[in-house]
């Protein structure tokens, strides 16, 4: 199964998890199509000064991969660094959350297991 980008679902959230701001969620694939193996599969953009609040992973777990831009990373309470090619992966009720600190937009490709 193959999907062209302007397929992609475009769901835009606001202030999501408690974060600020607009969050583009691009749906790469629908739950529907993972055969139960993933709840969620997108390309995030960040715009500057927005961010994800932070939050838990129990008992699914997720993978953040940071495709373009600089991101401030919540990884359990510490603050961290990250740019294009970095990774994060959080489960098992560790917490996560991130912010476009930056005046660029910022992309991030995510994947929630299950």
Avoid at 36 to 42: H, I, L, P, R
Avoid at 81 to 106: C, K, V, W, Y
Wanted: with cysteine; net charge negative.
């Amino acid at each position: 199964m193959h999907h062209k980008r302007v397929e992609n679902r475009l769901d835009q959230r606001i202030n999501l998890r408690g974060g600020h701001g607009t969050i583009d969620m691009y749906h790469l694939f629908e739950e529907s199509e993972m055969l139960g193996k993933a709840k969620m599969c997108t390309r995030l953009v960040v715009h500057p000064q927005c961010s994800i609040g932070s939050h838990p992973h129990n008992p699914e777990a997720e993978i953040y991969y940071v495709i373009s831009g600089t991101l401030e990373m919540d990884d359990n309470g510490q603050t961290m660094i990250m740019e294009a090619g970095d990774i994060m992966f959080t489960g098992q009720g560790e917490s996560h959350g991130l912010r476009n600190p930056s005046d660029h937009d910022a992309e991030v490709f995510t994947i929630i297991l299950t």
